[in-house]
C-alpha cells in the first residue's frame, strides 16, 4: 500500500475516494477510527492508501482532478 494523502479534510477525502473508486481503483481512508480516541476533533491526520501496482495511475487521476498539492511526495509515500 502506498500513501498518497494525508489530511485531516474529510471532505478532501472523500473527493479522492469517489475519483479512485470510479476508476476503479481499490483505496482506504486508514486512521477513521483514531477520531474516537481524539474526542473526534480532528486533530488527527487520515491517510489516504492505494495498492503499491496502482499508486502511479491513482497519482495521475488526482493530479488531473487538481489535487496535486495534496499529494505526498513519492518519497514519502512509504510502502507496506
Known amino acids: 500500500m502506498r500513501e498518497l ?3 485531516n479534510d474529510p471532505v478532501l477525502l472523500s473527493f479522492a475516494e469517489s475519483l479512485l473508486k470510479e476508476a476503479e ?3 482506504l481512508i486508514a486512521d477513521q477510527g483514531m477520531s474516537v480516541l481524539e ?3 480532528g486533530l488527527l491526520p487520515r491517510r489516504l492508501l492505494v495498492p503499491s501496482e496502482d499508486a502511479a495511475e ?3 487521476i488526482l493530479c488531473d482532478a487538481g489535487l496535486a498539492h495534496e499529494l505526498r511526495p513519492p518519497e514519502e509515500e512509504g510502502g507496506w
Do not use: E, K, N, P
Request: overall charge positive; charged content about 15%; glycine content about 8%.
Open 5 to 7: 494523502i494525508r489530511t
Open 25 to 27: 481503483i481499490a483505496c
Open 39 to 41: 474526542g473526534s476533533l
Open 58 to 60: 491513482a497519482r495521475t
